[in-house]
């Protein structure tokens, strides 16, 4: 490895010339080509040269030379029984494939079978650019700033694929309550960077039956997380890092709850748990689980991690 790198860089593309390099029909044709060919846990998955051709329509063989060329030692390898996708060659090629680049499908606000914890009431689900919007019909939510929002989670658009909408709630939350695990655990879920989340107690905090005018906020603690690297950003009450705590489980499941953080009653939980103050320590917040009348609180400290768990 050179003085000064960190062996990740050596190969690096920089992005305007990786645009450039993809940014082409016959080049944009070999990386799906070499796709198509791919078979997972095949023993060898190189395309020879003259069936990479045949499987590219293009006529010339010196222009598809040429293109074969500008993506080999960066989308494509070259190995001794012929081509084959790299590591950003698949990057590229999924990103088009799962349709995060060229598909936008959206849903209509659809009624769900879960009910608001807060009034109720049925919900909704849409998707709109990426999103799934899970709003209540009847009340203002936990963001009445933003009409009635209960949350709202990313989701691909391959996440629409042969779901109804109740299925399109259960897929997102399966997926996006994991990745907001893996950014508390310190790994970006996007790109795999470091992460640092911080939690941010409100000083002055006052929501009413509304938002703190202070914080924007309903709640008392919102955790942040946000990746340096390629700004994939998370924000959530606090119950989160909580969520998926053994001693909240185990708590849980000795009063014979089965706590899966990944689901909607998981959620509708943790909004529920009373957050507080901890005393002489302003930037830390406590929740306090109740079930049956027995208790369990959880400390988090400045960096959304549960640093005491009382009894
Ligand atoms: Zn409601
Ligand atoms: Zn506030
Ligand atoms: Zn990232």
Redesign the pocket.
């Known amino acids: 490895m050179a003085p000064g790198s960190n062996g990740g860089d050596r190969d690096a593309l920089p992005p305007d010339d990786a645009f450039t390099l993809a940014g082409n029909g016959t080049r944009m044709a070999i990386l799906r080509a070499l796709w198509d060919a791919y078979e997972p846990y095949a023993s060898d998955n190189a395309v020879p040269f003259s069936e990479l051709f045949d499987r590219v329509d293009v006529e010339d063989t010196g222009n598809f030379n040429y293109h074969l060329g500008k993506l080999t030692g960066h989308f494509v390898r070259r190995t001794d029984a012929g081509y084959e996708l790299s590591a950003p060659g698949f990057r590229i090629v999924r990103a088009v494939v799962a349709g995060g680049v060229t598909g936008n499908p959206a849903l209509a606000p659809s009624r769900v079978g879960e009910t608001c914890d807060r009034c109720g009431s049925p919900v909704a689900v849409a998707y709109e650019d990426g999103i799934t919007w899970v709003r209540c019909r009847s009340c203002e939510g936990y963001w009445p700033q933003r009409g009635g929002e209960i949350f709202g989670f990313g989701l691909p658009p391959n996440g629409l694929r042969g779901r109804d909408p109740d299925g399109v709630l259960d897929a997102t939350i399966a997926y996006s309550i994991r990745r907001f695990e893996t950014m508390i655990d310190g790994v970006c879920p996007e790109c795999g960077a470091p992460v640092a989340a911080s939690l941010a107690v409100?000083?002055?905090?006052?929501?009413g039956e509304g938002?703190?005018?202070?914080?924007?906020?309903r709640?008392?603690g919102v955790v942040s997380a946000v990746c340096d690297s390629c700004k994939f950003h998370w924000r959530s009450p606090g119950y989160a890092p909580v969520s998926h705590h053994p001693a909240l489980i185990s708590f849980y499941d000795d009063r014979g709850v089965e706590h899966v953080p990944a689901t909607w009653a998981a959620i509708e939980r943790g909004f529920g748990w009373v957050e507080e103050r901890v005393p002489g320590a302003p930037d830390r917040l406590r929740l306090v689980v109740g079930h049956d009348g027995h208790e369990r609180r959880f400390t988090l400290d400045r960096t959304a991690t549960v640093v005491d768990v009382e009894r």
């Open positions: 409100c000083d002055d905090h006052d929501p938002v703190c005018d202070a914080c924007g906020s709640f008392l």
